[in-house]
């Protein structure tokens, strides 16, 4: 039982997400923006991974790669046994029940002229052969779980406010019974006090269908409410991925350690102590991004091989995963037993 | 909605009010007269008895309430009457056209069905091949089938129809001899031969105002079909494991009709109104060929009654899109 739990329901393997540019007379390929640029990381069944970072960074491509809204350029996105980003186009369409996607925008991402009875019943047409009555019973009792009227089955998006919409959206993505939703920022375009509301019934939802979420959010805070484990991006590429406690009391790569400085202390006294990381200069192009280390323009801790190679995810810590040469000692003392990083400080001692 | 539609309504009496004023006057002050249409040798007295009978020599805005009132309640009368062998009219006088000296209006009743096989089947040709032509370019936005799609549409609508009917003419009816150059209005559909002269004859001036028309609603669709593609509901259509079909049909196409349905609604006045240079080219005896004739022959009346007919059906379907906007798009409430 417990390993089974253990199991990755999700697994994501060098994903990469590269938009061609076209540019010139003759629309010729100049280029590629590399917004997920070899990402990997794995979600067990019933965890919430937090995916954060900030604008641009790449989190909701990931997510859209992942349930192959986009054709991912290279990598393996396996959910539940089967490899998503190499399914054929009609075994992906019947694998969709089984992963869905809460959207950022609950009011475009509704179709305006269906109402929320065609909305949330429009899987249940496509991928069960439920009789009528049934389908009605389906769609009553998904309004029930999200906490929407019955009454209100006929009535069109544009009739409800914003969390009633983000609701809708989740009622429809709950629909098929999904063992996966991808939450793709689903309280950004959220007033704050409807926000607690909708991730109050995420939550609640997980507890009782035992839901696996991937939250994408640039929301810090909410995510340490949320999430088991933490991803932070930039730039297209994972810099750390730790539990979320650990993350947020000693995050390691020093980007997770700026961006974590942002989150708003409640504790006025802590507030004044702690020290804001304010980084310098803008996030490079995602189009063009540096030969080494993909943060080693801004990173306040810099050094040469930063700017030569870069670095890649590993387990620095047990559980804790860092793309940051700072922690090569720890890396190597980790994969290659002790002997490396004694030598090392046979020669620290002996200069 | 009800509301909304008779409130519509009133503000449109007004409307075609002030239009009827414009249109009567304008025409009526314009230069040239009945009186010019006489022939020189006809001497004074005769032209003043001639002129007398027509009408003319009473104030302008005397002819102008007669106009009005036989246009919108004895020639009613007339229509029921004929529809339903009543006796309303009772002989009352009707518009009379100057030069044939037969009523407007019947005058029009022969005239129509020309217009409204050959143009009405321009018009459903062009919306027929310009839907899918519009949806398909969308979806697969610059291929090749796109690129055709926008240069074909370019030519359609850049050049005018005077030329393409007088360029198809010369290809398919003077080289190739396929077709016939001039639209034979006596033709009687009685057999197949006959049913099949007909269509024969209707291809080239459909085919010169369907490409025309096709050009305008195709751009319009391929536009509107774009602007939904890139919407967040069509990428929640996909999340839910739709089929492509039912994405770009249910989904998108739904959506994207809201604004192609209106262009659709406007342009229907201009296939009573017929199209006055494509008529011309094929000798059409239509509307448009009659509102010509009309002009070059002073005839007021006639003139007159056709461009307010006109008037009266540009409001109306004006009307009609707007409610079709409402049905079609659930955010838009009339009320």
Not at chain 2, 85 to 107: C, E, H, M, N
């Amino acid at each position: 039982m417990l390993d089974l739990a253990r199991q990755p329901l999700v697994r994501v393997d060098g994903l990469k997400m590269h938009f061609p540019i076209y540019s010139g007379v003759f629309r010729s390929h100049t280029g590629d923006v590399k917004a997920v640029d070899g990402v990997s990381f794995d979600i067990a069944q019933g965890e919430t991974l937090g995916l954060v970072g900030e604008s641009g960074c790449g989190k909701s491509t990931v997510g859209r790669a992942l349930l192959r809204l986009y054709e991912p350029t290279a990598g393996r996105v396996i959910i539940d046994g089967e490899d998503v980003a190499h399914l054929s186009a009609e075994k992906l369409r019947q694998k969709r029940p089984t992963m869905q996607m809460v959207f950022q925008d609950p009011q475009a991402s509704l179709n305006p002229r269906m109402t929320l009875a065609g909305i949330i019943g429009e899987p249940l047409d496509e991928h069960t052969r439920l009789s009528r009555a049934e389908k009605t019973a389906r769609i009553y009792e998904l309004m029930d779980q999200v906490g929407l009227n019955r009454r209100f089955a006929n009535r069109y998006p544009h009739e409800f406010s914003g969390g009633q919409r983000q609701r809708i959206g989740i009622a429809r993505a709950l629909a098929l019974n999904p063992k996966f939703i991808v939450c793709d920022e689903p309280i950004a375009a959220l007033d704050v006090s409807i926000q607690a509301q909708v991730v109050n019934l995420l939550e609640d939802l997980q507890d009782r269908l035992g839901l696996t979420y991937l939250f994408i959010s640039h929301d810090l805070s909410m995510v340490r409410h949320l999430a088991d484990r933490v991803a932070v991006m930039y730039l297209g590429r994972i810099a750390e991925l730790s539990p979320a406690k650990d993350l947020y009391a000693r995050p390691l790569h020093p980007y997770a350690e700026a961006l974590l400085s942002a989150v708003n202390e409640p504790d006025p006294v802590i507030a004044a102590r702690r020290k804001r990381i304010i980084l310098k200069g803008d996030v490079p192009s995602p189009a063009n991004p540096p030969t080494g280390c993909n943060f080693c323009t801004r990173c306040p801790q810099v050094f040469e091989l930063c700017r030569q190679v870069k670095p890649e995810l590993s387990e620095v810590e047990p559980g804790r995963f860092v793309a940051c040469h700072l922690y090569d000692n720890n890396k190597a003392a980790r994969s290659t037993g002790g002997p490396e990083a004694t030598e090392r400080n046979q020669q620290g001692a002996s200069t | 909605m009800l509301t909304y539609v008779l409130r519509r309504l009133l503000i449109a009496i007004p409307t075609l009010l002030l239009i009827s004023l414009v249109i009567f006057f304008l025409v009526d002050l314009a230069p040239g007269s009945p009186a010019s249409e006489i022939p020189l040798t006809v001497d004074a007295a005769t032209r003043a008895k001639i002129l007398e009978s027509l009408g003319v020599n009473a104030p302008l805005h005397e002819r102008y309430f007669l106009w009005l009132k036989q246009f919108f309640w004895i020639e009613p009368q007339y229509a029921i009457d004929h529809l339903f062998g009543t006796d309303l009219a009772q002989g009352a006088q009707r518009i009379i056209s100057y030069s044939s000296r037969s009523p407007v209006f019947s005058i029009i009743a022969e005239r129509l069905p020309q217009t409204l096989t050959v143009i009405g089947t321009a018009y459903a040709v062009a919306i027929l091949i310009a839907l899918p032509i519009g949806i398909y370019s969308a979806y697969r936005q610059y291929s090749w089938v796109d690129q055709l799609g926008t240069f074909v549409s370019m030519v359609g609508y850049s050049v005018p129809t005077f030329f393409t009917g007088v360029v198809l003419i010369v290809i398919f009816a003077v080289k190739l001899q396929w077709f016939p150059s001039i639209y034979d209005t006596t033709l009687k559909i009685t057999d197949w031969g006959s049913l099949w002269a007909q269509v024969h004859q209707m291809i080239l001036p459909v085919a010169v105002l369907g490409l025309y028309n096709a050009a305008e609603i195709s751009r319009y669709t391929r536009s509107s079909m774009l602007e939904n593609l890139g919407q967040d509901y069509v990428r929640t259509a996909r999340a839910k494991g739709m089929g492509e079909r039912v994405v770009v049909l249910k989904h998108v196409a739904r959506n994207s009709m809201i604004p192609v349905v209106t262009i659709i609604a406007l342009g229907l006045p201009g296939v009573f109104g017929g199209a006055i240079v494509t008529e011309q080219v094929f000798k059409i005896n239509g509307i448009g060929a009659a509102l010509i004739g009309a002009i070059h022959a002073n005839d007021l009346p006639m003139v007159q009654t056709i461009t307010f007919i006109t008037a009266i059906l540009i409001v109306t379907f004006n009307l009609i899109a707007d409610i079709l906007y409402g049905i079609l798009d659930p955010r838009i409430r009339y009320d």
